[in-house]
């Protein structure tokens, strides 16, 4: 990719714009510590003029437009994400900093997004309610209106489109706000939605930093918000819309357990374990990163686990390593502080623990993939988001040991469990508080059908499946007296 040639200015009404204040920011290749391009950075004028283009576009016809017509135009941008997958791949390795192998997957998932919703677009059923002779009565399912989509950075194209594409299908209309840190794609991606079909104003962006985000969801024109990221934020983004009276969803933080049993396959959950660090450098709210040893077989896992994770090899995304660098140098260095306090509190090192020591890496954002056992329950460690390829250990001696310490931080959002006995891994299952539980495998090829969301501070609302479109829908009954 020609870096210099990146276009850096939001997209509002169907047209890529400046900032009216002119204000910018520089996009910055993690990899590398180097701007690649300069974005747009908006404010509460072009929040305004976004959010206005929305509403006029939703009451101007998108709303009304007969459902297969949108299912055809959410088919037609399945297909040209498809078609330009390497184009949006080597913009998000670029912009986030992970393999481009990773960034191909991404723009896959996200095309599969659009591909998914499109196929119940014309299916967004009512329902018929009996109240006896003379009447008849019945539920409409009715779009919001403008939907907020408020994006995180580690990824953007793929978490976007998780949102966009069952808001679009229901017939709302979008406002989305990338992360500062990465979002260039999803610019990328409203333009190619206008290729698609999409009338001017359905899908606006405007990028810039918290006070960008903050205007959106403040702003009394908005009539839903999604939102993806920290629990902080997550928590101001409610306190805003409830002004408003506006509905959220919300999906925060997570501190997933992976429960190792003694009689798992070990092979394949350390191998599982160790895909963990590769994938994003384990900046994912879903990853698995805090492990769960039966004790008995803690020697073995370790080892098996170590061996993987030596063999990684980081580099520049664009260069498809195995793993890239965090998204920034804030990002590091928050990563580097739980490693230091790692040392402090009498956790070990099996493997990694610090910033990248290779000077051919040296000038970016780059941490070694990590193991740390003997991570003490209730520390810091155990019970905090680390967000970065850091892998810990804790053991256990019963299920109900288990559960307890699965169960024993503010989070619950996915769950993983290696055992060959079906009645162990059930047991657990139906105890732990987590949207997600997933046992013997942690991911699948065509998961969007599978509702998706959490428990306690990992949010509220379900995306994915169908389940998502009671989050861009509204219910409207209708009585009739004929008699």
Not at 124 to 131: A, C, E, K, N, T
Not at 451 to 468: D, I, L, M, T
Request: charged share 20%; glycine share 10%.
């Amino acid at each position: 990719m020609q870096t210099k040639t990146v276009d850096g200015r939001m997209f509002i009404a169907g047209q890529r714009t400046w900032s009216r204040s002119a204000a910018t920011f520089e996009a910055i290749d993690p990899a590398t510590a180097e701007g690649f391009a300069t974005v747009a950075s908006g404010d509460k004028s072009d929040v305004d003029a976004a959010i206005a283009a929305a509403r006029a576009a939703f009451e101007g016809g998108w709303a009304g437009l007969p459902p297969v017509r949108r299912v055809r135009i959410l088919n037609q941008l399945a297909g040209l994400l498809r078609e330009r997958r390497a184009e949006f791949a080597a913009l998000e390795s670029l912009d986030v900093g992970k393999p481009l192998r990773q960034a191909e997957d991404d723009v896959s998932a996200a095309a599969g997004y659009f591909e998914f919703f499109a196929g119940v677009a014309d299916k967004v059923f009512g329902s018929s309610i009996p109240l006896g002779k003379g009447f008849v009565d019945f539920t409409l399912r009715e779009p919001l209106g403008v939907s907020a989509q408020i994006v995180p950075w580690n990824y953007p194209l793929r978490l976007a489109s998780r949102g966009l594409a069952p808001a679009l299908a229901c017939g709302n209309t979008v406002v989305a706000k990338p992360a500062a840190e990465a979002g260039l794609s999803i610019v990328r991606l409203a333009e190619l939605a206008g290729e698609a079909g999409c009338p001017l104003g359905v899908f606006n962006v405007v990028t810039g930093g918290r006070d960008t985000g903050a205007a959106i969801a403040a702003h009394p024109g908005i009539n839903h918000i999604t939102f993806t990221g920290s629990v902080p934020t997550g928590i101001a983004i409610m306190k805003a819309a409830a002004d408003n009276v506006v509905p959220v969803t919300l999906e925060l933080g997570g501190k997933s357990p992976n429960i190792i049993f003694a009689d798992a396959d070990l092979e394949r959950a350390a191998a599982s374990s160790a895909t963990t660090l590769m994938q994003n450098s384990a900046q994912t709210c879903t990853a698995p990163t805090r492990l769960l040893l039966e004790r008995s077989a803690h020697d073995r896992f370790v080892d098996l686990l170590a061996q993987r994770i030596r063999t990684i090899k980081m580099g520049r995304g664009l260069d498809n390593p195995d793993m890239g660098p965090v998204v920034s140098e804030r990002q590091m260095n928050r990563v580097l502080g739980y490693l230091n306090a790692a040392a402090r509190d009498g956790a070990t090192a099996v493997t990694g623990g610090g910033r990248s020591t290779s000077r051919e890496l040296a000038n970016g954002y780059f941490i070694e993939p990590t193991l740390l056992d003997h991570v003490a329950r209730g520390s810091v460690l155990e019970q905090e988001e680390i967000f970065g390829p850091v892998l810990t250990v804790t053991t256990f001696e019963s299920v109900d040991e288990a559960i307890a310490i699965a169960n024993g931080t503010p989070y619950g959002l996915v769950t993983g469990i290696w055992t060959r006995d079906l009645t162990k891994a059930l047991m657990a299952a139906t105890a732990i508080k987590s949207g997600q539980v997933r046992i013997n495998a942690y991911s699948v090829e065509g998961s969007i059908g599978l509702p998706f969301g959490g428990y306690k501070r990992s949010g509220f609302g379900r995306e994915q499946g169908v389940e998502a479109l009671a989050n861009y829908t509204q219910i409207k009954n209708v009585m009739i007296n004929f008699g």
